[in-house]
């Protein structure tokens, strides 16, 4: 039986899902049914004209009761519509990040289990056929010295005009995931600890971060992350969306048996023995795999379960207590019109995940000191 699919956010991010589903469409396995948004939505060729469109996801989970909903709205706003989509009997695929807080996450847990539904959140780099491969090798570099994740990319002064809620801590008292490591640059958090979770690391317990920010917005642009777990595994994260040359994303592991290396949003590899960096093609559609899950049984590749971790280290970044970001000044900034570089930042991303130190401890001029959290 075909699935009736829904998609509540169907503007921005969500047009990329319109695309999706339209593909799948076409291959016969769901049938896109209702769009939801408070904008008007953009409008689309791939979509039937016969698709209902509504201005409330309430509206449309009254009238229409898909099968599968896909949410793609601010993430601060995903518990609630995840809750009422799950009272309307429909399994979720749920954009990154899914939830706030390890509360809200537990709370959305236990209403699947008592409903029976599924949940497959958005972190589709996990369903590459590069990432099940640098997995693989892990257990043959021996005991790792760590894990890394770094990027580099450009956001200019657009980007943070894109919504009310861009680079917000919070709206009306709800806490906002808006940061380089919780929104944009997620998909390099969630490897780095999906790999930490694959050598049987246990939980992360401590984090020790340093977060900085090029232009007046509440949440960092540029961020320095060091992550303890319970066998004493490390991992260290270095973003920035204030960069020089493009880093797409790179998860690195070491050790004895050598390194290895995936770029996660291109899906090239590199294990020991490799010269160089090497494309493995193939990727399982998150949605696609939710449609299996849901007709015969198939294992979600990204269930709710699967991101706690995440969630953990989300809430600690983006607690009431946790500092804000440190502005830099003139000094330390290039400003282009709407763009904003740090000099030298690239080689900096690069010098943390080679020795596992945070700037503040290299001694970087405009570096201050971490902040500290135990983790649950």
Known sequence: MTATVALIGANGHGRWHRRRIAEIERAGRVRLTGLADPRPIEPDPLVRD???IFDDHRKLLAEISPDVVVICTPPHTHLPIALDAIAAGCDLLLEKPPVPSPAAHHTLAAALADARRACQVGFQALGSQAWLRFREALPGLGRLDGITATASWQRDDVYY????????????GRPVVDGALVNPLAHAVMQALAGAHAVGAGRPRQLVAERYRVRPIEVEDTAFARIG???GLTIVIAVTLAGEDFIAGE?????????????YPTDRLALPGDAAMRPVEGRTDLLTNLIDHRAHGAPLLVPLGSTADFTAV????????????????????????????IPGINDLLRKVISTMALPSEMGVPWAVPPFTRRLP
Do not use: C, M, Q, Y
Not at 161 to 172: D, F
Not at 251 to 263: D, Q, S, T
Not at 317 to 341: F, M
């Open 229 to 231: 777990f319970d066998s």
């Open 161 to 172: 005009g894109r919504s009310p809620w861009a680079g917000r801590r919070s709206v009306n």
């Open 251 to 263: 998860i690195a592991a070491r050790g004895p048996g050598g390194r290895a290396v995936l770029e």
């Open 314 to 341: 989300l809430a600690a970044l983006t607690a009431p207590d946790a500092p804000l970001p440190h502005l830099l000044n003139d000094s330390a900034v290039v400003v282009e019109g709407p763009k904003r570089t």
């Open 50 to 52: 016969r698709v209902l």
